[in-house]
């Protein structure tokens, strides 16, 4: 099955440095790979996400690439700011077949003001 | 984006109890899941609710300990039978494929305390 490594685990910055999380996974058929943010006592909010059709996305301050070759996707945030603080969960799934995605560990980001 | 509730959002239980936990969608979606949170780890899995038909259970989650329906598009139920404080935890509703829609939103979620 597929198998998906978060790091890091935790990560603190400042207000208004960038942020990159990484994300590797092991099924060269998955082909979907959304991005989590899930702040204290609340629920996962999908954020972004990419198809494997594309390698890179952008909204704002978030982006995401994906290399297919190298099995890996990355979220960056830009300008962080302290209401970026949360936890972030990728994940990988394979549309248009059995669909179960797999998410990683989460990234704890903390941004100090 | 679909709109999931959960019922009860939060419930302290004795041992030796079960809880329902209801999920309702306000869109027909293809697929629903359960997943469990424990506090500060990922999601896990619990199983997939078919309609009309058992729910696909993941590896170390059983029918008997998590009974699951899902008689239509919109509702589902999570049992949790035989509860010990180890199964403390948050319990999630999850959906998928709505309309055109790929994308996987989830419901608020149930927080339970098994004392």
């Known amino acids: 099955g597929e198998n998906v490594e978060q790091h890091p685990s935790t990560l603190s910055v400042q207000e208004g440095d960038s942020a990159v999380i990484k994300c590797t996974y092991s099924d060269s058929a998955s082909n979907y790979f959304p991005w989590y943010k899930q702040e204290l006592g609340k629920r996962p909010q999908l954020i972004i996400d990419?198809?494997?059709?594309?390698g890179e996305k952008k909204d704002q301050r978030i982006a995401v690439t994906l290399n297919k070759t190298a099995k890996h996707f990355s979220l960056h945030i830009t300008e962080t700011q302290p209401e970026d603080s949360a936890v972030y969960f990728c994940a990988a799934s394979r549309r248009g077949g059995s669909y179960i995605p797999t998410f990683g560990r989460g990234t704890s980001l903390i941004v100090h003001p | 984006s679909a709109v999931i509730s959960q019922k009860p959002s939060r419930d302290i239980c004795q041992r030796g109890t079960s809880l329902t936990i209801q999920c309702q969608v306000d869109s027909q979606v293809t697929m629903m899941f359960w997943y469990r949170q424990q506090p500060g780890q990922s999601l896990t899995l619990i199983a997939t609710?078919?309609?009309?038909?058992?729910?696909?259970?993941e590896s170390g989650f059983v029918i008997d300990k998590f009974p699951i329906s899902r008689p239509n598009l919109t509702f589902s139920t999570l049992t949790v039978s035989n509860m010990s404080p180890e199964d403390s935890s948050i319990y999630l509703c999850s959906v998928a494929g709505g309309g055109p829609s790929i994308e996987q939103f989830f419901g608020p979620g149930t927080r339970l305390t098994v004392l």
């Open positions: 609710a078919n309609q009309g038909s058992e729910a696909t259970y």
């Open positions: 990419i198809r494997s059709n594309v």
